[in-house]
């Protein structure tokens, strides 16, 4: 007998956050998340995202075993900012048993009716640094530390259930080559020759946080106001994100791109991939996953585009371009083998187009659905 509940306690939360690292034990392409980091989310005195968002959560149980999870969301600044009334499904996991996925999904969707909302859609997190969208395509490439990874199956057990896409993401996977690409420092030179946009250099990765840290957030929230799911980040949360994310920065990743008013209009940030360092410690810090860690920050040999953002009135300027030159030039000085760029909307062109200089191939596809209720 299949049994769904909502959880509360610590200890069922525990099971919630480990239940991933026993379904995917024997695929070699799963990344887990770190625990603690998963832990933390879902406590509202650790999570900033609860000052603005509910959550629920829910353990499917067979025959005494944990056997599926899922969480509701609701984030108010998104409903109040589209002004709509939807709620978020969440960290949907379960064997391969239709019964589970529907009584999970059952069991969120009853929640948001409860909360007076009129659609679902998901899997998305309180926000749009998180991991989301449902893998649909490329199971069969490794992971990567900044987004998510599912079994196929989950893709009908959803549109079974009623839901149907409702956005569209595509992840590139960009070889360093080993000689500089002409056309790519042919047309970054004409940017900066004709615009005056120049990079700014710092003598440490905590120079950059520490300067322009909340900045940062500042031309996150104008530059993607308008893409699908984003939220705005509230000034905890903000700082929240920056001390999570200090540990594994690297100045050499990083490119802030400023105009001849010495006003900064663009910056990309790239992360050593954490994807194998995770996958040898399981998602752990202790006893020896911190070993692991920290080798990979220090001796990289793959880098995760995070985050690209650039002033709306400079996007067809050529500063993505450069940003990404710049990133890259120092990724094959220092013997990078590719770098991922994680989740681009399928229909954003502005920022697929910034890649046709590149050499790349498309690794992943995943999907946003939606149900009315």
């Known amino acids: 007998m299949i049994t769904v509940r909502q959880i509360t306690k610590r200890r069922d939360f525990k099971k919630f956050v480990k239940l991933p690292d026993r379904l995917y034990k024997d695929n070699k392409n799963f990344v887990p998340p770190f625990e ?5 989310l879902t406590n509202p005195k650790k999570n900033a995202c609860f000052e603005e968002s509910e959550a629920v959560y ?19 600044a998104y409903n109040l900012k589209n002004n709509t009334k939807r709620a978020r499904f969440s960290r949907f996991e379960c064997i391969e048993d239709k019964e589970v996925a529907d009584k999970l999904l059952e069991a969120c969707e009853n929640w948001a009716r409860e909360k007076g909302m009129d659609s679902i859609h998901g899997p998305l997190g309180f926000n749009d640094l998180e991991r989301e969208g449902l893998m649909v395509e490329g199971f069969d490439k490794e992971g990567c530390y900044l987004t998510s990874y599912n079994f196929p199956y989950y893709q009908k057990f959803i549109e079974d259930n009623g839901y149907v896409p409702d956005a569209k993401w595509v ?32 003598k ?8 322009y840290g909340m900045e940062f957030f500042k031309l996150l929230d104008e530059c993607y106001k308008d893409i699908y799911g984003t939220i705005p980040f509230n000034e905890k949360l903000v700082k929240q994100t920056i001390n999570s994310f200090k540990l594994i920065i690297d100045k050499r990743y990083i490119s802030l791109i400023f105009n001849k008013n010495d006003e900064l209009i663009g910056y990309g940030i790239g992360f050593p991939s954490l994807a194998k360092a995770l996958v040898k410690c399981r998602g752990r810090y202790l006893p020896f996953g911190i070993f692991h860690l920290l080798k990979a920050i220090k001796h990289p040999k793959v880098i995760e585009l995070g985050l690209i953002a650039v002033k709306p009135e400079y996007q067809k300027m050529g500063v993505t371009a450069l940003i990404i030159k710049n990133i890259l030039t120092r990724m ?25 200089m590149f050499e790349r191939d498309l690794i992943r596809r995943k999907t946003c659905y939606i149900k009315q209720l």
Not at 36 to 40: M, Y
């Open 36 to 40: 603690q980091d998963e832990l933390d």
């Open 58 to 76: 829910f353990l499917a149980e067979k025959d005494g075993k944990v056997v599926g999870r899922i969480a509701g969301i609701i984030s108010h």
């Open 171 to 202: 992840e590139w996977r960009i070889p360093i080559p080993k000689e500089h690409n002409e056309r790519v420092l042919r047309v970054a030179d004409v940017v900066e020759k004709r615009y005056g946009f120049y990079e700014k250099q710092f």
């Open 204 to 211: 440490s990765s905590n120079e950059v946080i520490d300067k």
């Open 332 to 356: 094959k000085e220092d013997g990078i083998v590719y770098c991922d760029t994680g989740c681009q909307l399928e229909d954003n062109i502005p920022a697929i187009s910034a890649l046709d």
